[in-house]
């Protein structure tokens, strides 16, 4: 390597992970999750025990989230302060999940998207319907 080379490669800058160039899409990505937004309105009512919450989330989505899923989710949710995990020396072991300020705050506004979609269903399946209608009048001339 010439030296003109090393100095090129020390100045330039190592390349930044996705989380460092863009750390608010992440945060989003979090919040808006599939589980993530079903975790963040559960907790808005109270304070969850694990299993308590995959009851109540599993409920909502359909289709049951597992327990590896619900973990990776919460644990992600509080790295971000968002979920507040709060484990009680006690036998059996007890752990309860609840919101922090700052995760009442994002679980408020994800709430209000949800509601709004639920408000909104009818015109988006209006919608969907107009559309599959239109793409399909090409494929029935012919």
């Known amino acids: 390597m010439t030296v003109s080379s090393q100095v090129t490669a020390a100045a330039a800058p190592a390349p930044l992970p996705a989380e460092a160039m863009c750390p608010h899409r992440l945060v989003l990505e979090h919040l808006t999750s599939r589980w993530g937004v079903l975790v963040l309105i559960e907790l808005l009512d109270r304070p969850y025990r694990f299993s308590e ?21 919460l644990q992600t949710l509080e790295r971000d302060g968002l979920v507040h995990r709060d484990a009680k020396p006690v036998i059996p072991p007890r752990v309860d999940y609840s919101l922090t300020r700052l995760g009442r705050e994002g679980a408020e506004q994800v709430r209000a998207l949800a509601r709004w979609t639920q408000h909104r269903m009818d015109e988006v399946e209006q919608a969907r319907r107009a559309y599959d209608e239109a793409r399909d009048l090409p494929s029935r001339a012919s």
């Open 53 to 73: 919450l995959r009851r109540a989330v599993s409920g909502r989505g359909g289709r049951g989230v597992s327990e590896k899923m619900l973990a990776q989710t």
